[in-house]
């Protein structure tokens, strides 16, 4: 899409590129002319997809931090190219697995359009050979190479303790039908000799532009033995016919099951109201709960952090109302300090004063 740098004579929205990327040169504004349609349809910049996707330079920059670029230590736990390795499996001593691992594959730091909270924003959506301020394998180009990505086969293989893979980025799906088909073939190959159980995969596309969703995508994952596609979706206007019609294929052409991801946005969909027509949609649409995130702490997306607090109100009045089958996410927070997701306990069926949590590193968080 061409880069324009100021609003249009009718006030349409009109991405300005790189000239509202963030200090350390994350999150240019792109936005799909699919997504444009949809903001302009549902209340335009101050609407709750505007929101999502529609740069407020002034409150983005206003915390710049350093500490806040990776709040998830996901740079740090970089094995291999890509490879982000934090929930670690076990191998005895006689040489069993104890339990396995799974690790994140950042394969491309592109998006079909760049949503504004992004906790990868440290490098999603730069431009080719930007200085960063970041150290992994995809700050300074946008895909892997070659030896890259074979230097990851050869770790996967070797390490029988790690039984699935989640393809993330950026979005996998938006990776040239070469370097994608590279990539799942090679998983493939490692499902089908035993060495991989699970894959799934991580993507806004279906939401971000739905026409660009293509007869190769879906047969491209139908290679997959019971492929899960994480889609992440924050707000019932984004299910329109098109993005279901698009999960509907990835079901019946790929065999995909498929899951959603929620970040609780403030100003998107922090009401009850919002959150429970979300919830039903997706269940009666085929695409199951799966996590309701509380936004991470990246400095650019602190406008847009529910406190703790209210959101777990919004939580405990929420799960009751939810029909069994629509109930099946869990609100999680994703520890700062990279030790993973934890669970906000439902219901107000017990005892619990939330003041403080625990990660699985067993280390004391106060709220
Ligand atoms: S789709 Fe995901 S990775 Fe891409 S900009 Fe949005 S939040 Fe970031």
């Known amino acids: 899409m061409a880069l324009r740098n100021k609003l249009s004579k009718n006030q349409k929205i009109v991405p300005r590129g790189l000239k509202v990327m963030l200090p350390h040169g994350g999150l240019p504004e792109v936005i799909s002319p699919y997504l444009i349609d949809l903001i302009e349809k549902t209340g ?30 996901e740079d740090e736990n970089e094995v291999v190219p890509g490879i982000v390795y934090k929930y670690r499996g076990k ?120 026409s660009v969703v293509k007869r190769w995508h879906y047969e491209l994952l139908g290679k997959i033995r019971n492929p899960f596609l994480m889609v992440h979706i924050n707000h019932p206007a984004e299910l329109t016919d098109s993005v279901l019609k698009v999960i509907n294929n990835f079901k019946e052409i790929s065999g995909a099951s498929v899951f959603s991801q929620t970040v609780l946005l403030k100003g998107v969909n922090d009401s009850v109201e919002t959150l429970y027509e979300l919830f039903v949609k997706m269940t009666k649409e085929g695409i199951r709960p799966y996590y309701l995130y509380q936004n991470d702490p990246v400095y650019w997306a602190k406008h847009f952090t529910v406190p703790i607090k209210k959101a777990i109100k919004m939580w405990q009045k929420l799960r ?19 030790a993973g997701k934890v669970p906000i306990p439902e219901g107000g069926a017990w005892n619990v004063d939330y003041s403080a949590f625990y990660d699985f590193q067993k280390k004391k968080h106060n709220l």
Request: proline fraction near 7%.
């Open 320 to 338: 009751p109302r939810l029909s069994g089958v629509a109930a099946t996410a869990r609100f999680v927070i994703d520890t700062p300090s990279g």
């Open 91 to 210: 191998i005895k001593k006689n040489g069993k697995v104890e339990y396995y691992g799974r690790v994140l594959w950042i394969t491309t730091r592109f998006c079909g359009s760049y949503c504004r909270f992004c906790t990868r924003g440290r490098e999603i959506g730069m431009p080719q050979n930007f200085k960063t301020e970041t150290r992994s394998a995809l700050t300074k180009k946008p895909l892997l190479t070659n030896q890259e990505i074979e230097k990851v086969f050869k770790f996967l293989k070797k390490r029988k303790e790690i039984n699935e893979v989640i393809l993330s980025g950026g979005d996998p799906l938006v990776s040239p039908k070469d370097y994608l088909t590279k990539i799942v073939n090679g998983l493939v190959k490692l499902q089908k000799s035993g060495d991989l159980d699970i894959i799934r995969i991580g993507t806004r596309l279906p939401i971000h532009n739905p």
């Open 44 to 73: 335009g910049k101050n609407g709750p997809i505007g929101k999502q996707f529609v740069a407020q330079p002034e409150k983005e920059k206003k915390y710049y931090s350093k500490n806040f670029l990776d709040p998830l230590c």
